[in-house]
């Protein structure tokens, strides 16, 4: 019997308990929260625009992606700015550096140049080594008369420290109807009384004539003058002059590209003391080169 009341006394309480839990609702309360939820979406939510906000969220959205490219893009302006001012600085350098090099290699050529041109063959024409001399002068008599045979050795000097290939030479000697000698020999033409002998103190080789450094060569002309016209030279007031040409054409063996010339002129005249020798033209046809 007791058991069973102690039974009975759960089954009531759990009973008590579940009727506590399934309170019903109060009507009034709910109604009261549906009202303030309808309120609320119609003065909120419901007055909201969403295409306004899509677009808003869409124009925020870019203007953060804008923003993100404009950093970048500051970002390589300033990188690009840095590499062209060390371009520059590196093109300034560099010009700085080349206008240096090329200083220096100006120099060296001059230096070159120098050296080459203070070494080159000179050929020059000089006066006689003694007891050689350049004029001789003596009478001849033929079928034909009385003549002056004069001849005129010319004496040339490679005065350089490198052997000369001469590639030519040549001299001749005219009778000018003029006070002054001409500045346009033609060494193509010798009269029929007139003889050319060549230079001949030359070294033969396999590129041609060679006139050693510190060498003397030498060349003459002989003309035969009528009496009449050598004494007119020997007057007072000459008529005419006698003039001697000569010239040689030559080259550095060592740098061959530039031909050389040098050429002479003399004339036959009255000197110091009324003697009569052969003495520089004055006319600027000699030059040495």
Known sequence: MENESTTEKKETDANQGANANNVTPNPAA??????????????VWEPINWSHVLQLAGLIVGMGVAYIYWNQLVEMTTQTRLLGEQASRAVIEYAGNSAAIQQ???????????????????????????????????????KDGVWALVSYTWFSKNGGKRPAQIEKTGTTARWEDAINCSTHPDYNFLPPDSHFFPPRNLVKEKGGEILLSDDTDRSTVIRYIPKLEWEDLESRRPKHVFCVYAFVEYRDVSYPKILHRTQVCRFYGTLAASKFAFADCTNGYGKAD
């Open 104 to 142: 220096q290699l100006s120099a060296l050529k001059q230096a070159n140049d120098i050296t080459i041109e203070s070494n080159r063959p000179w050929i020059a024409y000089i006066t006689p080594p003694s007891p050689q001399k350049d004029f001789d002068f003596q009478w001849t008599t033929d």
């Open 30 to 43: 709910q109604g009261a929260n549906n009202k303030f939820k309808q309120w609320l979406y119609k003065q």
